[in-house]
Nanobody
Framework: QVQLVESGGGLVQAGGSLRLSCAAS????????MGWYRQAPGNQRELVAR???????NFADSVKGRFTISRDNAKNTVYLQMNSLKPEDTAVYYC????????????????WGQGTQVTVSS
């Protein structure tokens, strides 16, 4: 089992910045890819950004140029730096990790964080 602990959400005014962190913990696991998703009321969950084990990144068009994703493999942690925030960025943000476990090394499992609220006011 892998636990993802998120932090950094909160209330910020439009144009401001927030940095989300997600740390993975557990035993006998190896993280492959990590990403951030978000879901606003009345909307479906959408991919915000993701990063591979090799550092390749992908962003939703709506956040390109404003958000940055990074990871610290030694800490099993992924970050989402959010700049120039807009009210439409308001959502619950979820951390996701794709991992393998030593007892089933050919299988891949997805784990999710509990979600953290980001609210951007105008």
């Amino acid at each position: 089992q892998v636990q993802l602990v998120e932090s950094g959400g909160g209330l910020v005014q439009a144009g401001g910045s927030l940095r989300l962190s997600c740390a993975a913990s557990g035993s006998d696991f190896s993280i492959k890819h990590m990403g951030w998703y978000r879901q606003a009321p009345g909307n479906q969950r959408e991919l915000v950004a993701r990063i591979t084990s090799g550092g390749a990144t992908n962003f939703a068009d709506s956040v390109k140029g404003r958000f940055t994703i990074s990871r610290d493999n030694a800490k099993n942690t992924v970050y989402l730096q959010m700049n120039s925030l807009k009210p439409e960025d308001t959502a619950v943000y979820y951390c996701n990790a794709e991992v393998s476990h030593s007892d089933s090394p050919l299988s891949r499992y997805n784990y999710w964080g509990q979600g953290t609220q980001v609210t951007v006011s105008s």
